[in-house]
Nanobody, 115 residues
Framework: QVQLVESGGGLVQPGGSLRLSCAASQSIASFNAMAWYRQPPGKQREFVAS???????NYADTVKGRFTISRSSAENTLYLEMNNLNTEDTAVYYC?????????WGQGTQVTVSS
C-alpha cells in the first residue's frame, strides 16, 4: 500500500516562503512522475507542478518563477519550495504519485497566506 504524507503547511504573510514535503512509503523512483496539486477554498483542485522520472519539470503559469519542485531519492521525499506567496496561494496542497495507470494521493496540508 502506497502512502504519501504531506507536511510543512501553515500560516504565512504575503511575500513569505514555505517548503512543503511529501514523504513516500515506497521508493519515489518507482513512480513515473510526482506532482503537487492544490485546492483553493470553494474551488476545484488544480495542478501546481510536476517532476517526471525522466524529463523536465512543469509548472502552472500562476506559480512559475515562484515555486520550485524537487525530490530526494535518498529520502523518498518530494518537495515544493514556495516563495513570494500571495493570498491566492491559499489552498490545501496535495502531492500525487503516478505509477502506470494508478495514481496515489496524500491527505493534503493547509497553506494559508494572510496578513
Amino acid at each position: 500500500q502506497v502512502q504519501l504524507v504531506e507536511s510543512g503547511g501553515g500560516l504565512v504573510q504575503p511575500g513569505g516562503s514555505l517548503r512543503l514535503s511529501c514523504a513516500a512509503s515506497q521508493s519515489i523512483a518507482s513512480f513515473n512522475a510526482m506532482a503537487w496539486y492544490r485546492q483553493p477554498p470553494g474551488k476545484q483542485r488544480e495542478f501546481v507542478a510536476s517532476i517526471p522520472v525522466v524529463g523536465s519539470t512543469n509548472y502552472a503559469d500562476t506559480v512559475k518563477g515562484r515555486f520550485t519542485i524537487s525530490r530526494s531519492s535518498a529520502e523518498n521525499t518530494l518537495y515544493l519550495e514556495m516563495n513570494n506567496l500571495n493570498t491566492e496561494d491559499t489552498a490545501v496542497y496535495y502531492c500525487k504519485g503516478s505509477r502506470g495507470a494508478a495514481s496515489y494521493w496524500g491527505q493534503g496540508t493547509q497553506v494559508t497566506v494572510s496578513s
